[in-house]
């Protein structure tokens, strides 16, 4: 079974630090991938970053990266120089073989001014 | 580019009605999904569709029909709605089989059922 966990339900941060959002995974595939998701108050989901399971280098895409640790199934998500515009739902996601897809239950983020 | 829509973003029905929650995406994607969003338990996949004309369950799909009758339109339906549908309701979709594809979202129904 693949299963998706993010321990940190809440969590805030002060305006230009940095925050690291917590995931584990469990999958029993040698082939997938980790995604992170936003979603702010409008409901859309965004794609932040993502993650192919064979490469080793972690990503990273302006202020995110991710802290990916294959034995432990750890994908952690750090955003740095915190802006109000981050203050959102995030979730981790794992995509696996045949295009399927288990989320997370999220994690809400507050930027503090 | 639309990319994936909606159709209707709001809706509030009576216990016993029914409705057709529609989805349409303008990218070509064989894969398309529904699931479902609640507070604390994130997003649960209910029906998806791996093409035009095929179907298969989710995690939660007990009270839901789909059908894909055109590739670029994915139906979800619920025949007798129950107040345990209130829900917020996102289609996704992805291109055709193959490592790393990322899911595209559209922008969720909000569903009340009464």
Redesign the interface.
Known sequence: AQTVTQSQPEMSVQEAETVTLSCTYDTSENNYYLFWYKQPPSRQMILVIRQEAYKQQNATENRFSVNFQKAAKSFSLKISDSQLGDTAMYFCALGSPGNQFYFGTGTSLTVIP | NAGVTQTPKFRVLKTGQSMTLLCAQDMNHE?M?W?RQDP??????IHYS?GEGTTAKGEVPDGYNVSRLKKQNFLLGLESAAPSQTS?Y?C?S?PR?G?????F?G??TRLTVL
């Open positions: 894969y999904y699931y604390g338990m994130g997003l649960r996949l791996v917020v996102f996704a992805t089989l490592l790393f594809n990322e899911q979202f922008p969720g």
